[in-house]
């Protein structure tokens, strides 16, 4: 059973790549919107949106509250260490909410 499985998956796969030539073989899916437990407050959708591309954004409501230089940090770590790719502007935006939602308010 598993090899039958297995030649249907080269199959699929291959003749996949037989279209792939041609313009109108580009195929496109529609991915899941991600509902989150996030607190509701400004921002809250850019970070839905960049901080659940690589982990669950309960990494985020699992943290202690933190102060704005803890979440400034946390952010930038993503972004330098694990290569998000968030933009400033919406890194500054992240931090914002962040420190309002899940903030110790220092
Ligand atoms: C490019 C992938 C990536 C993105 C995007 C990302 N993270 Fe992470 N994050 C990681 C990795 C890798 C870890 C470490 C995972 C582990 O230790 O299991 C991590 C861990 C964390 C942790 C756990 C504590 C820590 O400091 O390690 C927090 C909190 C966190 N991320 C918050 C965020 C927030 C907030 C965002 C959005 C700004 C974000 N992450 C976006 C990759 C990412």
Redesign the pocket.
């Known amino acids: 059973m598993k090899r039958i499985l297995l030649i249907a998956a080269v199959l699929a796969a291959t003749s996949g790549l037989a279209f792939s030539g041609s313009a109108d073989s580009v195929k496109s899916i529609d991915l899941p919107v991600v509902k989150t437990n996030l607190a509701d407050a400004p921002g809250k959708d850019k970070?839905e949106k960049?901080?659940?591309?690589?982990?669950s954004?309960d990494?985020?409501t699992?943290?202690p509250k933190f102060s704005r230089a803890q979440?400034t940090g946390?952010?930038n770590?993503?972004?330098k260490?694990?290569?998000?790719?968030?933009q400033e502007e919406d890194?500054k935006v992240?931090v914002d909410y962040?420190s309002t939602a899940y903030g110790n308010g220092k």
């Open positions: 970070a960049f901080c659940s591309l690589c982990h954004p990494y985020i699992m943290q979440w946390t952010v770590k993503m972004i260490a694990f290569g998000a790719p968030i890194a992240i962040l």
